[in-house]
């Protein structure tokens, strides 16, 4: 199977149309390498911390910001008004394996969450680059999943939190690895331990 059609078949998990996807990850083996390239140590603190830098959403084409065009990737027959609202489509929320047709109860979850991010090593960043971090759609950092499950991840790393369809354990492994090595992010040792655990289901 291809990189793309386990990638698909990973996050599709259920009969269906066809759907979009954030960029797919690099490979397994792939990640593994990158993990083994990342620098452990203890995380920082939020001394500092706020959303507000980190900002989101910008503009990215036309009326469509960040979330619009997440929402308008990952979605199933996605139509929008002249502002890029959607006005109707559905979107499959990987993390609980559930269908939405309400845009109101899905969120574009950062898979590294902001917060993480900042313990991680973007506290040091410029507002610049942490605004291109929280709205960069080039890799699989972006993705839409229900709200509930959004909030209930927050900003906790794969050791004190997973998506409960465990299926998908393989490919979001891979992806948070992806956008840890792209920004020469640390981690903890307990998230490589969790991160390495979840790379052994692929």
Not at 119 to 145: E, M, Y
Request: hydrophobic share 35%.
């Amino acid at each position: 199977m291809t990189t793309v059609a386990a990638a698909a078949a990973a996050w599709t998990l259920s009969a269906g149309p066809a759907m979009a996807y954030p960029p797919t990850p690099p490979s397994a083996s792939t990640a593994a390498s990158q993990l083994a390239t990342l620098t452990v140590k203890s995380e920082g603190s939020t001394d500092g911390y706020s959303r507000d830098k980190f900002p989101h959403w910008i503009t990215q084409s036309g009326t469509c910001d960040t979330r619009d065009e997440v929402l308008k990737r990952d979605g199933t027959n996605v139509t929008v008004d002249s502002q890029c609202e959607p006005t109707g489509g559905r979107w499959y929320s990987v993390y609980d394996a559930t269908w939405v047709t309400d845009d109101s109860s899905i969120d574009i979850d950062h898979i590294v969450p902001l917060a993480e991010a900042w313990k991680s090593g973007a506290n040091t960043w410029t507002q610049s680059r942490r605004q291109q971090f929280a709205n960069d759609l080039a890799i699989s950092q972006l993705i839409a999943v229900t709200a509930s499950s959004n909030r209930s991840k927050s900003d906790k790393d794969p050791s004190a939190w997973k998506p409960p369809n465990t299926s998908v354990h393989c490919i979001y492994a891979r992806e948070w690895i992806w956008v840890k090595y792209t920004y020469k992010l640390t981690l903890q040792s307990a998230e490589k331990t969790a991160l390495t655990q979840m790379l052994g289901s692929c």
